[in-house]
């Protein structure tokens, strides 16, 4: 008969165990189970419901447990269903019946909802460095090709020339706001289950706050109903995720349109770059492509966990078991997407001539005509319209517009003189000289500011 | 060196060769990467593009790579990307370079492609048998509890008696839709691309007839650039993966419902049951709460390869390779939960008492009076009117409705008449006997006729 | 005291009024209601529920009705919650008591149900008819453009040459498979459910089939639970519609590429593109945009009922109510996105110098130059590995392949001979003379096969 | 020519222009694009770009239009596409030429995301305030029925018994944590984006924190590409309006469920409930059941804007413009939920007898039968396993634990004294008596807590 089945009849049906159990996954907890087993056994103590030695003989045993599986010599068992059974279960082939006593005031329900608060907080740590790793990537390119002009494209029309290190400042910024969303996260992550039971809050005298110190975290939960229920955490991680991950995919297009034969900006490095099976001239952004494909299985996994919590009862579920799997996978995504990116983006090469000869069109410098004649005291909205039918004249002649004359000029404003010719891609980034503008001066001290915040 | 880099200076990133591998997950795909690749040789014989003795050992040298697979005696090496590289690197080492004529006339973008349409074809087909098995478990119960009476509910209230086997012929009929929309989905699988190479088509005269023949396909690509980009046929499958998890979600709620205390109707098999670690009285529908979580993982992997494939340019990208991982996790989810479910259908108790407490309240008869007094001449709108009256006085007193004496009925309606008593649950349930009712001759028809499609 | 309200103490508080009624939204469902419940009263007749006289006081009361909905003369009133109730209410002002014996036999579940089923099935076929259209602009520019050369493109990066006409018909594809996807959802969408009443099936006998011939459905429903529950066909719509959206999302990125300075293969006209508030000089394509963005909504729309039904315990719920809204924010983003598209498409002018140019740089020949060595008998991968290596020298003399000496090629394979110099554009497109391939042969069979089919 | 088309040779195309203009939908912006436009004005007075009297004469134009829309008495013209234009147009009217320069240093794109910021900004205060309003409905039902005990259910069966108080704290719990979310995210939204101009920032010498602190902001954007194309807050937001409706489809859930005839444990208040079209008895919980629907659309506006998102390059694209319909849809149902469920939530009825009788059963208390065990020594898991031996035992009987004999209890542990008998209900809450359990002493501190949270 099964572990806990004294209540029951028959023994489970195999299929329906193979179903169930989760120790092909959360094995993973094992670290954050055993030191949570760990402090809770020092509870009992600190608490009397176990004695010193009792409690010396579980904290050795589960050490030595941890050790087992560090060394991969740990057997997980199936018919134990989860990692929380497969230990306890070897802590009593260890140490004896004494292993039961550690359950005393705890159940399965406030123990995994205690070891994912764990693994989350470890984990948005790593992504938090992984983020600044990416960061420094940007502002190494940023300071590397801080003299590359190239144009600012909206609706993937060249608008406005700025500078290449400006743009990568934007990607900076993205990455910076995620880190902050996942310090909001972890706020709501940092708080202490046990003691909780299963629903209702253990029948012993539990010192919550000594368990809150021993495994590092700011505040006990609230309400133990609430607290075996909740996986906002989960959803907020997912959420936070998926931002990132959009932030990424629009990095990734963004170096794949640059990495073509007609955009032409940049090159990858060989080391991220893949060929193809049957045309030997490629040279393909796979990682780039792969990053933004990514995107959909981290959405995927977000609208997994919303799914799971729609409509659920309080308090605990077994559909909740359902948290674990998608979150795994979305760290890992996560995390291996930051690493190869920040390598990506650390590695490619800037084309100069490319760029800038994306942006020797002059038409690119027609904002900065109408600005022209705007302070020359024409509204702007006139003067817009004056520009357009310039270009339009232009256009229509395949002129470009340092080449009009100053007679063509003037048929479409008095207003026009001869330092229209004076509008230069150098005056246009130049005037741009306002916090969060892209002159020269401005995005020097944006990468400086930038290089503080994330020295902070 | 690695594969396919001659063009490249340097090696692969590691972190980027390990992200952009596929092996660990593709290779699922090894037996119809075979299948196709004995094929694409059987047809490079037949159209003269290699020698009748080439294909004979590319053929042998394929078959007795998947008995190595098949007997666990295969070494995947990360570095050969995926299963296509990795069975080639081994072919070549089998019987020499003339496996490299192997990939003449064929791109791993149209051999992927071929690879997931043979694996979704057959995976469909024991979805379907799947799906058949948890219809034959319903209509077991349905015959063996014909004569179980419980409340139909509206908006969770109690609203008409319905025979139980009616309740679960409704069931019958979402999985019935299920296997039609496979089907469907089979039609637009069911499409060899061969022969699309790369991209725009193979520059050797391949007879795709042929090779559609040999590997039990119906038609052939009509467009090589549609051919080798075109996942619609993953993104379908996905949906009606998610559909059946969807109305697997709404039987297990009521199945949920049903082991509650309150509702009580049903027993489930204590193979299908779990206990609690600290609750030792518990007995939980594990199996139906999971069931009903996995819908959350489904609904994600749908959602996750409509977000690969949003805005993709033509035609293959990289992204596509995250087709697989989430296919592969909703074959397993379904997989597992139809079969889990069909013995926990299968097996569960119906408890006849409770079901009949449950309609013995004669206000689930209210919607009969209506009829009653609308057969009766009133318009059914005033008829519900005057119910609904009766009702509230009725509620008022607590006393049923077959406990009020004429006099009182006439106060509402002097249409009542004696004849008003004879209205019972049997009266209730006979009067619907029209095709799809619940009247017991209608369900004994509906549960032959259930049968039949099943043996169809 | 509002409608149907005879039970309760007291009205129903305002907010949760407005919260719950429908009619802002399913008003839309006006003809199919009308006409729903014009045959239902024929039926009623029909199998001696009502008189003569009584159906023809209803059928006249009802055709006014829709006559002053058509003049936008009816005035909706929001305590009548919905379109069914307002219409009730309303022919009971026109013809008195009777009115109420419209609703004998029927329940607003079944009727709701009817008219969704009326709604999707009229849409589905405008739904066709417009990627029909748009399949035919396509034909259009597909005939118009038959000369023009391209490069096919995997991983965004230039790959072989191919016919833009071959290109457009990628497309043509995927919009057949769309139509065939909405036809299948159409057969599970045409089953009439009327006497399935609340759930349990009508007391009254009730020509089901008869009703079904009078709406045009082909079918009857099986079971009065599952027809008064189900909406796999409005998941089933939204996911078709999310499937185009996805097709639409591909072609809209491909238009947004290639209507770049960088690309430049078309220009949109003037009628579909739109200017900016501040830089003159751009022409943007914010159609292409648009149709590309709104298919967030359309995905949006799918996880909606999606999330709606998961875990809905049988049968009808209010939650059900929620299958409205996005069901006809899809349809009109569909039916609009499509009919716009087929206009732009219809209209962009291609640039044939722009695409002969980017198919200028022979490196794209090098799958020719690799099957080349094939055909001579050097094993497809080893000729890719000489070809890679030749490519890779060619790239650091920056030179083109037509340009290197025999002498240079013979250092990469002895097997190369003059005839490499053959190897053209015209002989690569030439070569894929296989159905499906970019032959001109091929590509205008393919044409006339296209065309067939929607002349069919 | 419509405005700003100057470079175009034709009008836009009529339903382009339908599919494009956002004016049906964007109106709802007025206040805050007015509210900008001032500020904006009063920069450019107070930065000498436009002379103090033409400021004037724009602020007052400003304000008259806004009384206007507020009059209903502006007429929105869809040739003029959106808010911003509609405006500008009126304003050109009423003061002539020198409203065209309201449009210097400015541009559509950091014009709308200013709306979006102000707008989302205000609607988070509504919302923060609504969801402490459903916490006073909790927090006084708490209080009215603090005597009540239920069981909490764990897989839905009675798992221990608790006050009803503090099952309704969990949601306190919840809400709580909700308003921090959005707290956290208006940290993210309270950023000024002007002085972006349409991406590279305006070449005008232009006070941006004047702009800030004029229009409420704390801080300014750090990059102008950035700030154009940035919609995280607007993904943030309707996550954290997910997670809400996800706490709410719960609540929903449970109300459902409390109020069928099979749990009983309230009524709803007949001002929240509605009847049937047809089954005159009911009484159903529909606005429940619609809050737990549209859980569906607004995770659906969250997918939809994240799928805007995804693969979209920098900076400005028109599939921006898609950000808006799933926001105010969010925003609206949200405020309608919150609303409607407060008034639920405050008016429905706990009938204590029900609840009582539900923990009647005292297999309810085997918990602290194995805690009784584990207290005198006994090692938990072993105390679970005897009592679980227990229960089925008494279950086999039919007899409840209080029912058993002290030497019946003796055959199953020696350590039972008579102790056991004095196992109840009342002991069994007192016992849970640490931070966060459910006895007596810790709810009224907690409810004592929670409204201190309220007030603070």
């Not at 306890?88 to 359950?103: M, N």
């Not at 027609?366 to 520009?387: C, E, M, N, Q």
């Amino acid at each position: 008969m099964a572990f806990l089945r004294d209540r029951f009849e028959k023994d489970v049906e195999k299929s329906a165990l193979s179903y169930s159990a989760s120790i092909n996954f959360d094995q993973r907890l094992y670290k954050q189970d055993i030191a949570g087993s760990i402090a809770h056994a020092r509870m009992l103590v600190h608490n009397s419901i176990i004695s010193e030695k009792e409690g010396e003989l579980i904290i050795m045993g589960l050490t030595a447990i941890r050790q087992e599986i560090d060394d991969s010599k740990f057997v997980y068992k199936m018919a134990l269903e989860d990692i929380h059974m497969n230990i306890e279960a070897r802590l009593t082939e260890k140490i004896g019946d004494v292993a039961g006593k550690l359950h005393t005031a705890r159940s399965r329900n406030d123990q995994v909802a205690l070891d994912m608060r764990l693994f989350i907080k470890e984990t948005t740590q790593d992504i938090i460095k992984r983020l600044t790793e990416l960061q420094e990537s940007l502002l190494k390119q940023g300071e590397a090709y801080k003299d590359v002009v190239l144009p600012a494209y909206t609706h993937l029309q060249r608008a406005q020339p700025v500078l290449f290190t400006h743009h990568l400042l934007a990607y900076f910024e993205m990455l910076q706001r995620d880190k902050g969303r996942f310090q909001d996260c972890l706020k709501r992550t940092d708080i202490m289950p046990l003691g909780s039971g299963a629903v209702a809050g253990v029948p012993y005298k539990v010192d919550r706050q000594f368990l809150a110190e021993k495994l590092g975290f700011s505040r006990v939960s609230e309400n133990s109903i609430d607290a075996v229920s909740d996986r906002d955490f989960v959803v907020e991680f997912q959420s936070c995720a998926s931002i990132v991950m959009m932030h990424l995919s629009r990095l990734a297009e963004e170096i794949v349109l640059w990495s073509t034969a007609e955009f032409g900006f940049i090159e990858i490095d060989d080391a991220y770059a893949t060929s193809s099976s049957i045309m030997p001239q490629k040279k393909n952004p796979d990682i780039a492509e792969l990053g933004r494909g990514k995107t959909g299985r981290v959405y995927g996994n977000l609208i997994g966990i919303l799914t799971v919590l729609k409509g659920l009862p309080l308090a605990y579920n077994r559909d909740l078991q359902e948290d674990k799997e998608g979150l795994f996978d979305t760290v890992d995504t996560l995390e291996a997407t930051l690493r190869v990116f920040g390598g990506m983006v650390k590695t490619f090469k800037v084309n100069r001539e490319r760029a800038r000869a994306a942006v020797a069109d002059d038409y690119i410098l027609a904002t900065d005509l109408a600005d022209y004649l705007a302070k020359k005291g024409i509204p702007f909205r006139k003067a817009h319209s004056v520009v357009a039918s310039l270009i339009h004249y232009a256009l229509g002649q395949s002129r470009t517009l340092s080449k009009l004359s100053m007679e063509e000029y003037k048929q479409f404003s008095p207003s026009f003189t001869d330092d229209v010719y004076d509008i230069t891609l150098e005056t246009s980034l130049a005037a741009r000289n306002l916090p969060g503008g892209t002159s020269p001066g401005q995005v020097e001290l944006a990468l400086v500011e930038a290089k503080k915040r994330l020295g902070g």
